[in-house]
């Protein structure tokens, strides 16, 4: 579908914040999901992720391998204190199919998630992403669960007293799919405390928002939340090799470390992976891109909220964020479409909200020059220029 709508557009090669496809044009990659926070092939994780491709690439699962140990670690030692234990997966949905089974090893069970949530699509993570788009063709063999309003702190606490303490809270601190969703101030600290009190066990996603992209490595900590189970994935595996993790406490993992044999995967963990994941929160710590997407952040955000309201009045309805995860909401879904388009006309990608038709996102990575961040405004002008006279067009034509 994406050929038909871009004309066949096919991306060969890509470097730091810039992709080029078959024909040899350059753009601006403000897109991928949030996947390309430290930008595309990173020399760091290139280097690690080749020292061990003609090393080792894919264990035997037989003996100890080193790498995973290490990922594991260092891992760990950049999450919340008391989050030691790691499970290694591929995609984001992985991660959350692992995090839901340690649930139900714990007795918690019944499943509460937000309304706009996306935490995948396999059958246990589709079961918590609230759209029924994707959940309504295989409504007959999701496991049950309860959706309550995000950034309503009231409601959540009416589905706790009605599920008891076998429940299970699943969020994201900033709604990424549901279109950059920044909840009110204080409502992740108050999901916590419901939690505690209810004795519900909560998981936080950050698999968008973590390692950095919101300008701090976790975007729950922003109010001191620490969950007992925490996702990340997206750049984790530096945009070079896909990987993501599910980390929670000792006690929440013993059942797996009492039989490994309960949630196992053949790539789980796997050499080359590993190595990416060391690799690039080395470079996330030592080139500090949790303060770089902060300050990126802080100047991207409100000049991309002016050129909107000056260029766009009346088809922007918001623009919002936090750090390099920027939402720009439109009024109707075919302008959305058409500001996509618009974009990508002047060599700029952005993504589609996969929760909401009229929100795009651009995730820029971490390591933008002053020369990207001007494309990237300049660019963003001409887009709404083209697009409000493209509308004014239609509106003559119909009248």
Known sequence: MLGRVFGGMVEVRSRGSRLWTDTG????NCGGYGVFLLGACHPVVVD????????HPVASKVLLESTVAEAAARLASVTPAGLTKVYFAGSGTEATEAALKMAVAQGKSRFISMVGGYHGKTIGSLSVTGNETYQGPFRTVLPASRLVTYGDVGALRDALALAGDASCVILEPIQGEAGAIVPPSGYLR???????EFGALLIVDEIMTGLGRTGSWWASEAEGVVPDILLTGKSLGG????ASAAVTTAEIFAPFDA??????????????AMAAVSAALDVIEAQDLPGRAQELGQRLLPAVRE????????LVAEVRGRGLLIGIELTRPDVAAEMLGALIEQRVLVNHSLNSST????????????????????SLANACRAVRDACAADVEGNS
């Open 25 to 28: 044009e350059e753009y601006l």
């Open 48 to 55: 690690a992720v080749s020292r061990q491709l003609h090393r």
């Open 190 to 196: 108050g999901v916590a405390a419901a939690c505690r």
């Open 239 to 242: 945009g070079v090799v896909p």
């Open 259 to 272: 039989d490994f044999c309960l949630h196992t995967s053949t790539f789980s963990g796997s050499p080359m």
């Open 307 to 314: 050129i909107c309201e000056r260029e766009c009045p009346g």
């Open 359 to 378: 929100v795009l996102r651009l995730t820029p990575p971490a390591i933008f020059s002053a020369g990207d961040e001007e494309w990237l405004l300049r």
